[in-house]
């Protein structure tokens, strides 16, 4: 029977929940890396026993941790086994300098963004928010940082190194929103290894089609009329979270500051597929595992509220790839629950029927087996989720 | 030798328990001191001062013989008692009220 492990960062560590196919019985394992923040975890899909981790505090900076005994052991990469022998063993891997490209050749024209009082700043490395490994080596890994930039390691997460292009995207006129500017989404393409796109806090969405080398913005049909002074400007938009079903990696799926989204044609172009949503502001969006027009939201009040409408917690699916949502309710609170979802913190996994799982930010992991006809609270008092991935092991 | 006391969170991270002892060649400075612990213990580097610029984290302090260093230029001489291993160098986290 297959096993279904669950990677979730919390404010203060990392757990890991795993079960069998029935998905009732859950063993809970962590705090890993007690009292740090854990921004994202992802297993390679190579090599599930290889995940990668970013660890993150305010006091101590970034450190990338990895594991390649399924989260059983961590330690930061470039560390060699013989390091660790003996009573004086320790790690010797510093993976976790993300060095901005500054040369001549590629960096220079790019050193400044946008600041809240209208100058121009020079991007400053903060933390790593997401982790998107290789869909075919394991030791290719991307980080997606704040300041935006994406980075990339073909080491095991041992060196990184921007690919720059990407801040040529318009990198001057990108400012940083309320969560700072910060690149949460990379989606890799199945079918074709050099497209890549990923999508950053109040700038947008961008699309490389040479493996990263350059970008392009890729908002066209964004609507932004409270957040920017041309609500269709190129560039921008508070891109919340972007994914697609790996068959059909034409079709995207976005849930926007407000608005959720649709795109038939590899970002080219997008549709507004918000429908009968309660509120059509929200962090995640998830595609079942088998049904590429099935697609899950959790809708949030706001725009400074972050809770669910009417203290009920109620998942969104639709099964027409939009425009028509149903509220999944059972197993859920629909009562006095004031709790955010945040943009990384749902995932699927690929047993039939599909599994959905979602993390909030009241220490609440829930998931369901049944497709989201119905849900169960797996732990209930971890400390505030910040993201949830799903590894389907054989 | 002179004694460093870390934070919690870099004990964990460097797997050492208690104060480290470094053998510093030189002045005895919080800079001199800072480039032979991270040679000795690498994760540590970016932990307490940025990689590049050398610049202390804004919520990492210097104590020593009850006084703050923080503020201090990173090449002034540390105290004798430091120099002489009688008190060590306490690397601190930051108070995070709440």
Redesign the interface.
Known sequence: MSTIRLLVGTRKGAFILTSDGTRKQWAVDGPHFGGWELYHLKGSPVDPDRIYASQTSSWFGQVIQRSDDGGKTWNPPGTRPEDLMGTDGMPKGESNMFLYDASEKTGKPLTTHQHYDGSQRPWEFKRVWHLEPSLTDPDTVYAGVEDAAIFKSTDGGKTWKELAGLRSAKGQLWQPGAGGMCLHTIVLDKGNPHRIFVAISAAGSFRSDDAGQTWRPTNNGLTSKYELPDPDAEVGHCVHCITMHPSRPNVLFMQKHWDVLRSDNGGESWQEISGNLPSDFGFPIAVHAHEPNTVFVVPIKSDSEHYPPEGRLRVYRSKTGGNEWEALTKGLPQQDCYVNILRDAMAVDQLDPCGIYFGTTGGQVYGSADGGDSWTPIVRDLPAVLSVEVQTLP | MIRVVL?Q??RT????SGEVSLDIAGPVTVDSVLDVLESH???L????RE??TKRR?P??RFFACEQDLSHEAPDTPLPEAIVAGTEPLLIV??M?GG
């Not at chain 2, 991270?13 to 050492?16: G, K, M, Y």
């Not at chain 2, 580097?45 to 307490?48: A, C, D, L, V």
């Open positions: 934070p969170h870099l991270l460097a797997r050492v213990y690498p994760i580097r970016g932990t307490i990689h590049v984290r919520f990492i986290g930051a995070a």
